[in-house]
């Protein structure tokens, strides 16, 4: 069994998988400070509990975004796991040509997540993955990654409105009655919800008429079934798509 380890801004999603089945997950606040002690105590111990002690699990791959967690996650890695140590950065495998200006500055998670939708789903493919910013990633016909598209994430624009104005608060992400609000909360819902959901359409159509022909679109992230259900341009939600695109990646360099 291998633990994957997805090292967000604002949240780390962990996994275990026995071959290719994804048998448990756990998501937990990233906080960029963490220590190692602290992270061979919480890792340590979700592991434990969930049975998996570090004979059960065969090695450790880890995509993050965030390079303090790095460091300490690199230091625990012997602690969770009895096996081999796999962090996503320039120089591993990928099987995907990184066809952009500058591929040292691609985020690690993004690769994974095109590595991920090739192998799963076919080329050519779009990748949106709604976390602290709203991330496209695109895969050419030729499996190649050739780029992206990076905007504010939905969370990220509710706080920006709330610190911006005096009056105006916080809401909880669901659906408003109508698109037309009958008051201040379902009026920010509505702005929250259908402006993001017109944001990832617009952008996504845009990238589907530049590559042209037939493109699997995909969408991937903690927030994706609360806005995918209002989108008009996303096939298929693969929530933990980064988790199966780390062991894709490690398989490749094992």
Partial sequence: MLLVIDVGNTETVLGVLEGTELVAH???????GRTRDEYRMLL???????????SALDGVA???VVPPATHALRDVAEFLADGPLLVVEPGIKTG??????NPHEVGADRIVN??????MYGVPAVVVDFGTSTNFDVVSANRE????VISTGLEVSQEALIRATAALR????????SVIGKGTVEAIQSGLLYGHAGLVDGIMQRIVDDLGGEVHTLATGGLASTIVPYCSTVDTVEEFLTLHGLRLVFEMNS
């Fill in 26 to 32: 756990w998501r937990v606040t990233t906080v960029r």
């Fill in 44 to 54: 340590g111990g979700m592991l434990e509990m969930g049975g998996y002690g570090p």
């Fill in 62 to 64: 880890i995509a993050s």
């Fill in 96 to 101: 995907l040509p990184i066809l952009i200006d």
């Fill in 114 to 119: 095109a590595v991920a939708a090739a192998e």
């Fill in 145 to 148: 990654y050739i780029g992206g």
């Fill in 170 to 177: 916080r809401v909880e992400l669901t659906p408003p009655r």
